[in-house]
């Protein structure tokens, strides 16, 4: 059987503060992270076109404290500019950090930025589950990949016997004409162009 591939490419995210003065912080830190990093010779744009707007930023959020008209605009206005320069660096960092998948991530948190959390789907293992009907079992497999086909069986005195159920080409199946009441264990082969896999291990169901 095949296993899943847990290996994803690592994915700069900025994760921007709220409010002006933790932005302002936010933003120093990954100057601060960078500056001197052999990992970014050149940053685009310039380390020190950031630290500026960082600076203008915070002279903007000091003038809206003297409520005087227009300065929220202003202080706004510098919000959205050193945004977008913190954007346009991000992208710098994942084309660096694209370079090389193994120490992407590695990079990536040098710069001061977050690695988007990637969820891992987990692998699927062999089941049997109640099926929809009286008598039924429906069982579901690991992918053996594309174009495998599954051998199914079944048994009913405890593995000294077992029953054929119809092949599939797909990971799952579904078993009827089972008597209620009954423990069943089932198993399961994957077939690819390479010849037959091995019966995986039993599950076991009380058929309802």
Known sequence: MTTVNQTHKPIAVLILPRTVPALVTYAQS???????????????????????ATAALHDAESATLTRTKGAVQARNDKRAALVT?????????????????????TV?????????????PKERVFAAEQGAISGSAKLLAASAGR???????????????????????????????LTPGATVQFRY????????????????????
């Open 30 to 52: 990954i100057v601060t992270a960078m500056t001197g990093n052999p990992s970014f010779p050149s940053p685009v744009p310039p380390l020190a076109t950031v630290s500026g």
């Open 85 to 105: 320069l913190l954007k346009q660096l991000l992208g710098y960092i994942q084309t660096v950090a694209d370079a090389d998948v193994e120490t992407a991530a």
């Open 108 to 120: 990536i948190r040098g710069a001061g930025i977050a690695v988007k959390k990637t969820p891992v």
């Open 147 to 177: 174009r495998a086909s599954y051998e199914w069986q079944y048994s009913t005195d405890g593995g000294k016997t077992w029953v054929i159920a119809p092949a599939t080409l797909q990971a799952k199946t579904t078993v009827a004409g």
């Open 189 to 208: 082969r994957p077939v690819t162009k390479t010849g037959e896999g091995n019966w995986s291990q039993t599950v076991q169901l009380i058929v309802k």
